[in-house]
């Protein structure tokens, strides 16, 4: 089952071609990494399925909606979550907090309930807080709970933002560039977390520079240069395609 359709989309900046005429698909219950040189449009591509931006041309759907049209709180209500290439953490707020953001597409009380302190304002935030507290142990992250988000090393930080993402229990997970600027060991770490949530259902969409992360983990791997698709297929056969070799790979990449 295709969770995710791209029909023909295309998105330009001025004068910058940065996604043409691109077709791809998700499917259902997959690690898909989509890879590139800097500047291929993969982010752009990130932007335009989670309504971030809007495409010039093309559809993009979502288990058979058209999500063209909707903004990005729609499109997470749906099932769709991302990261982000750089931070979008609270600084001022605790890890539990930021983690209780994700949830914002799922609240019910409008704000005089919450000015007034009703019933009805404090049961959600009670149930609130405490799915964002199981999520931070499914990342193994509980113990810093109370701790503010700033204080937290690098790594760590990319943690409270993968549990942010899946509070709300998406379908689909984008995960943009998630073991960027991470350790040896935190790309393990990372690496064991998005194996334990695909094996629970989760649906995964990321894109990647490090080679060896994304040749290891992903089933499908969508390559992008200029905003168009070069190449996909499963990573032996994206290693080994003279095409991705000459526009990003420089050379053939062993996945063993």
């Known amino acids: 089952m295709d969770l995710i359709e791209a029909k023909r989309v295309s998105k330009s900046f001025g004068g910058l071609q940065a996604v043409a005429d691109l077709t791809f698909n998700l499917r259902k219950g997959r690690i898909k990494g989509i890879i590139g040189p800097n500047g291929a449009g993969k982010t752009t591509i990130f932007n335009l399925i989670s309504g971030i931006l809007s495409s010039d041309s093309g559809e993009i759907f979502f288990k058979g909606s058209l999500l063209n049209k909707l903004k990005p709180y729609q499109i997470a209500y749906l099932g769709i979550s991302r990261t982000f290439q750089n931070l979008q953490l609270f600084d001022n707020m605790t890890v539990v907090e930021n983690v209780m953001v994700g949830l914002h597409t799922r609240t019910r009380s409008e704000i005089v309930h919450a000015l007034l302190r009703l019933h009805q304002s404090r049961e959600e935030e009670r149930r609130i807080f405490e799915q964002a507290y199981e999520t931070l142990r499914l990342v193994n992250m509980e113990s810093r709970a109370f701790e503010m ?108």
């Open 149 to 256: 988000v700033s204080g937290l090393p690098f790594g760590e930080q990319k943690l409270v933002e993968v549990a942010r993402a899946l509070v709300s229990d998406p379908e689909v997970i984008m995960l943009d560039e998630p073991v960027s600027g991470l350790t040896t060991q935190e790309i393990e770490r990372l690496d064991d977390l998005i194996r334990k949530i695909n094996a629970q259902g989760k649906t995964i969409l990321l894109v990647e520079h490090n080679m060896r992360f994304v040749m290891n983990i992903c089933e499908e791997v969508l390559v992008v240069n200029y905003g168009k698709m070069i190449a996909e297929g499963n990573p032996s056969q994206i290693v080994s395609n003279q095409d991705v070799i000459n526009a990003y790979l420089g050379e053939e990449l062993s996945i063993a």
